[in-house]
């Protein structure tokens, strides 16, 4: 009964209600399937979410326009992040030397105050640290220390950030 339940979440939202141009009934649906997320958060349209009880938002946090957040492995984002258009984080992945092309799914954790820009790829089994920076198009396969910058295919360290991190993203744009 679970599995028809968290079924028919993943359609309902991403066939649906994902194109409804209001955060609180995305945010709504989104906790009704089992999202745990926070206060001030914001995801906004076209973003796709695959195993919805299994995603985590802190608070203030900004997702932006077409994101996919496969949480089936665990996604769990802190507080104040912000991650902008097209980026895609991908818990499973297939086996493959495996006969029958077995997959599994693997966690991603992201903390808090970091920022994802556009069009990154953020693979299974990753943690991204407090305040870290992923550029424009990065392929992330492996953790980010807090505060590291990286970008590239491969994403490499390309900076240190120095931020006191203490701002707070709220963006809530009418629409969006």
Same mark, same amino acid.
Not at 22 to 35: S, V
Not at 109 to 135: C, E, H, K, M, N
Not at 140 to 162: F, K, T, W, Y
């Given at each position: 009964?679970?599995?028809?339940?968290?079924?028919?979440?993943?359609?309902?939202?991403?066939?649906?209600?994902?194109?409804?141009?209001?955060?609180?009934?995305?945010?709504?649906?989104?906790?009704?399937?089992?999202?745990?997320?926070?206060?001030?958060?914001?995801?906004?349209?076209?973003?796709?979410?695959?195993?919805?009880?299994?995603?985590?938002?802190?608070?203030?946090?900004?997702?932006?326009?077409?994101?996919?957040?496969?949480?089936?492995?665990?996604?769990?984002?802190?507080?104040?992040? /912000?991650?902008?258009?097209?980026?895609?984080?991908?818990?499973? #992945?297939? !086996?493959?030397? =495996? $006969?029958?092309?077995?997959? %599994?799914?693997?966690?991603?954790?992201?903390?808090?105050?970091?920022?994802?820009?556009?069009?990154?790829?953020?693979?299974?089994? /990753?943690?991204?640290?407090?305040?870290?920076?992923?550029?424009? #198009?990065? !392929?992330?396969? =492996? $953790?980010?220390?807090?505060? %590291?910058?990286?970008?590239?295919?491969?994403?490499?360290?390309?900076?240190?950030?120095?931020?006191?991190?203490?701002?707070?993203?709220?963006?809530?744009?009418?629409?969006?």
């Amino acid at each position: 009964m679970k599995r028809i339940w968290d079924r028919l979440g993943v359609v309902h939202y991403n066939f649906f209600i994902t194109h409804m141009p209001f955060h609180w009934l995305r945010l709504w649906t989104l906790r009704i399937w089992g999202a745990k997320i926070g206060k001030d958060t914001s995801v906004f349209r076209g973003t796709t979410v695959l195993g919805i009880d299994k995603l985590s938002i802190g608070e203030s946090t900004v997702i932006s326009f077409r994101c996919l957040l496969d949480a089936r492995g665990g996604l769990t984002i802190g507080s104040n992040v /912000v991650i902008a258009s097209d980026v895609h984080f991908i818990t499973g #992945t297939h !086996l493959p030397d =495996s $006969d029958t092309f077995e997959y %599994e799914l693997l966690p991603i954790a992201v903390g808090d105050y970091a920022w994802i820009a556009s069009r990154a790829t953020v693979l299974p089994d /990753v943690t991204i640290g407090r305040g870290a920076v992923v550029g424009a #198009t990065s !392929l992330v396969r =492996s $953790d980010v220390a807090d505060m %590291e910058i990286v970008a590239g295919v491969p994403a490499l360290v390309r900076g240190i950030r120095e931020s006191a991190l203490t701002y707070r993203p709220k963006y809530k744009p009418p629409f969006f």
